[in-house]
């Protein structure tokens, strides 16, 4: 492994039509792609200023010419489209299965040291920069809940190859 610092770049997961089975609060993909629109512009600028690149990974079927229309051209170039087809088991366990398996076929495909910042894909987060640029690498970062007993995934950072290498095959787990 060279000594040049891993290409960042923002994952954000994405379910604009989700499973029948999903028993989140927000079930409209009207407003939910509205809600992804804003998002994407949000961290494609991000992404822009701190020299990141942002994937998102789609699971329902959504194109990328949906998600990217609203974008500007600028913010287009740093954002790139992975549309994901959930398996039968992963669809019965539900949208944390979906996403675990998503992700581990985006780490796969990356193909090299990546820093990589996992947020939620409708998720604005006010200090987005200051998370995304004051880690290094090297380990897994989350915030876990104050009993202790789940990692909140909706913002993380880890090396791509550290969770090929021990992360890879949460889906599972996850119920």
Same mark, same amino acid.
């Given at each position: 492994m060279n000594g040049a610092p891993p290409g960042r770049l923002i994952l954000l997961t #994405?379910?604009?039509t989700p499973v029948h089975a999903f028993t989140g609060v927000l $079930?409209?993909?009207t407003v939910r792609l509205k809600q992804y629109h804003t998002a994407l512009?949000?961290?494609?600028?991000i992404a822009n200023r701190i020299d990141a690149d942002v994937l998102v990974v789609?699971?329902?079927g959504a194109s990328s010419l949906t998600l990217l229309s609203p974008l500007s051209q600028t913010q287009r170039?740093?954002? #790139?489209?992975?549309?994901h087809s959930p398996s039968m088991p992963?669809?019965? $366990?539900?949208?944390?299965a979906i996403e675990a398996n998503a992700i581990d076929e985006v780490m796969l495909s990356l193909n090299g040291r990546r820093l990589v910042t996992k947020i939620?894909?409708?998720?604005?987060?006010?200090?987005?920069t200051d998370l995304v640029t004051s880690?290094?690498?090297g380990a897994f970062v989350a915030r876990r809940t104050l009993d202790r007993k789940y990692v909140d995934s909706r913002l993380f950072q880890v090396p791509s190859e550290l969770w090929t290498a021990r992360l890879q095959g949460l889906g599972q787990d996850v119920d």
């Open positions: #994405a379910a604009v $079930k409209d993909p512009g949000f961290w494609a600028d789609e699971t329902t170039r740093k954002v #790139a489209v992975f549309g992963a669809t019965r $366990k539900g949208i944390g939620t894909g409708r998720l604005v987060v006010r200090n987005a880690y290094d690498g």
